[in-house]
């Protein structure tokens, strides 16, 4: 049995969808006309392997033809996406914080156990990072920035995206709830 404290301070509730969609349109606004491009994230991870490879084994990765040139001026981690990525890690941090809803746990582990859904999680992160590098882009820089300037791509792209998600939701057990 669980036990309460009546001193606990309750969680706050989340922003109403339509709130939170709103936000994101005018952060997406804001930074196109502030810096000339969209949102997007996986480049983060690219530089942060660039700058490790620097680190690690410096003559191969400046000789690797993919990520030898973001080493070469020695700011590989001055690049905006590393802090729209800091930022994005620290405003949900706080965020969490101040609505009390930060917490250790594993989604889906009731259905999955806990090994099996840890393997999920990494193999469709895995296999979700190695295509947006080969689509050059990932989820928020596709979907999100190109579906904001009209790009037909941004929205076959979400299409496919959220039909491939519930079609492994399905062939996984998950279901779609």
Request: glycine share 18%; charged share 10%; aromatic share 10%.
């Amino acid at each position: 049995m669980k036990s309460s404290n009546v001193c606990e301070v309750p969680r706050q509730p989340y922003w109403p969808a339509w709130a939170a969609g709103l936000a994101l349109g005018v952060v997406l606004l804001l930074t196109f006309v502030l810096t000339g491009h969209g949102l997007g994230a996986t480049g983060f991870t690219t530089r942060l392997s660039a700058w490790f490879g620097g680190l690690a084994a410096p003559q191969w990765t400046l000789a690797n033809d993919y990520l030898g040139p973001m080493i070469e001026d020695g700011a590989v981690l001055s690049s905006w996406i590393t802090w729209q990525v800091l930022g994005v890690f620290i405003g949900a941090l706080v965020s969490g914080l101040l609505a009390r809803r930060i917490a250790w746990r594993i989604e889906g582990e009731a259905s999955a156990g806990r090994l099996g859904r840890l393997l999920r999680a990494l193999g469709g992160g895995i296999l979700a990072g190695v295509g947006a590098r080969i689509a050059a882009g990932c989820t928020s820089g596709v979907g999100l920035s190109g579906a904001a300037v009209l790009s037909v791509a941004g929205f076959v792209f979400l299409g496919a995206f959220f039909a491939a998600g519930l079609i492994a939701a399905r062939l996984s057990g998950g279901g779609v709830k």
